[in-house]
């Protein structure tokens, strides 16, 4: 990790790195701490941590940050207009960000069965959703 941290440039980025370091050190603090999150750090640009801060504070605003938050979703255009994103831009940091894990495609579930399963929908990139590493990599790397 600090060999890592201290090749990191981006002042964003370090300060991930940093709240990683001091949160791994921490008896007290309660997250957990994934090996993994070293390699998304590495994978991550200013952009995704923006988009992933958002997110995450957008599922705490409208009270999802509990078990909820898988079934919570954002729409590319919300994201994009909140955030001031081109689609070039969101698309390139969305697609990366399923690359590492911490987002994904949502799967909208409605009420029609066929037989015992639901039929879904999945909405590709146009609606995403925060995966469960997602939120514990936040929770350890980004929020203080």
Same mark, same amino acid.
């Given at each position: =990790? ?7 440039? *981006? *002042?964003?980025? #370090?300060?991930?790195w940093i709240?990683?370091?001091? %949160? &791994? =050190? ?5 997250? +957990? ?5 070293? $390699?998304?750090?590495? @994978?991550?640009?200013?952009? *995704? ?6 997110? !995450? %504070?957008?599922?705490?605003?409208? @009270? =999802? ?7 919570? +979703? !954002? ?5 994009? @207009?909140?955030? &001031?994103? &081109?689609? $070039?831009?969101?698309? *390139? +940091? ?6 590492? #894990?911490?987002?994904?495609?949502a ?8 037989? %015992? ?11 995403? +959703? ?15």
């Amino acid at each position: =990790m600090l060999e890592n941290a201290s090749l990191e440039e *981006d *002042d964003e980025l #370090q300060n991930i790195w940093i709240r990683l370091m001091a %949160n &791994s =050190m921490d008896p007290n603090f309660e997250a +957990s701490f994934r090996m993994a999150y070293i $390699e998304i750090i590495k @994978g991550l640009s200013s952009l *995704d941590v923006k988009i992933l801060d958002f997110f !995450y %504070n957008k599922l705490v605003e409208d @009270g =999802m940050e509990g078990e909820n938050f898988r079934k919570h +979703s !954002y729409t590319k255009n919300r994201i994009c @207009g909140e955030l &001031s994103l &081109s689609e $070039e831009e969101y698309f *390139d +940091s969305i697609y990366n960000l399923f690359r590492v #894990q911490c987002l994904a495609p949502a799967v909208i579930t409605g009420g029609i069965r066929m037989g %015992n399963e639901p039929i879904t929908i999945f909405k590709g990139a146009d609606e995403i +959703s925060m995966t469960p590493l997602g939120k514990n990599f936040i929770e350890a790397c980004i929020k203080d």
